[in-house]
């Protein structure tokens, strides 16, 4: 099995940042390298939306909502992916899932909150 825990959620002002991390184990461990990375997010009565992803070769992509402003890498010794968000809008509020894909396997993470509030 695999597991991802998500951290670095919280409570920012409008305009300021935050860094999450996703740590993944168990079976992922010795292939992370070859698995699509990605954060999602859900806001309260909206579906759950792609934000960002990073394939093995580390290539990026983004939602139009958050290019410019968050950026996705990838730690594979730390089997570690990261999102560093800038720009923070009250837009931006929702849960925040890792999730982690390679085939047909496909996990996710319990979710951290991010509020963007003054």
């Known amino acids: 099995q695999v597991q991802l825990v998500e951290s670095g959620g919280g409570l920012v002002q409008p305009g300021g940042s935050l860094r999450l991390s996703c740590a993944a184990s168990?079976?992922?461990?010795?292939?992370?390298?070859?698995?699509?990375m990605a954060w999602y997010r859900q806001a309260p009565g909206k579906q759950r939306e792609l934000v960002a992803s990073?394939?093995?070769?580390?290539?990026?992509d983004y939602s139009d909502s958050v290019k410019g402003r968050f950026t996705i890498s990838r730690n594979n010794a730390q089997k570690t992916v990261f999102l560093q968000m800038n720009s923070l809008q009250p837009g931006d509020t929702a849960v925040y899932f890792c999730?982690?894909?390679?085939?047909?396997?496909?996990?996710w993470g319990q979710g951290t909150q991010v509020t963007v509030s003054s």
């Open positions: 168990g079976s992922i461990f010795s292939t992370f390298r070859a698995y699509t």
């Open positions: 990073i394939v093995p070769d580390s290539t990026a």
């Open positions: 999730n982690a894909q390679r085939g047909s396997r496909d996990s």
